[in-house]
């Protein structure tokens, strides 16, 4: 599920992408989805009544909020290219990140690749390791 909803929230990637290749209408459409789901993510997880104490709760979300950030840094680029359609690796000129980025070349991508497997692992669960989580879905 946090896997899900991580994919939802780089829909932000594919409304801006649209929008700077010139797709306006398509843009919006996308835009209005992505704001009514985290309206209504907001609202689900506001009411979550699943754990039992502040702590547990404010544990659980850091945890999902940073794996979703590390997913985020890994993927957003990507889709951005794809739905701006330019080229799939293509680094702008004039940002800080965009240089730094495009000095950093192929160790840049491969950043990329470590942060969004690291994000990929904590939003489905394995922030203890992969041995702990399937030690504990064998005692269900």
Do not use: P
Request: charged letters at 15%.
């Amino acid at each position: 599920m946090n896997l899900l909803l991580a994919l939802f929230l780089l829909l932000e990637a594919v409304f801006e992408g649209l929008r700077t290749g010139g797709h306006y209408l398509a843009s919006e459409l996308v835009e209005v989805v992505y704001l009514a789901g985290i309206t209504y993510v907001a609202f689900a997880w506001l009411n979550w009544q699943q754990k039992t104490s502040f702590y547990d709760r404010a544990g659980s979300f850091v945890k999902v909020l940073i794996g979703y950030l590390l997913l985020r840094f890994a993927l957003f680029d990507v889709i951005w290219n794809i739905s701006a359609g330019q080229d799939l690796f293509y680094y702008g000129t004039t940002k800080l990140y965009d240089r730094i980025m495009t000095f950093l070349g192929s160790w840049g991508w491969m950043v990329k690749a470590i942060t969004g497997f690291w994000g990929l692992c904590w939003l489905l669960g394995f922030e203890n390791g992969i041995g702990k989580f399937i030690r504990k879905i064998g005692k269900y």
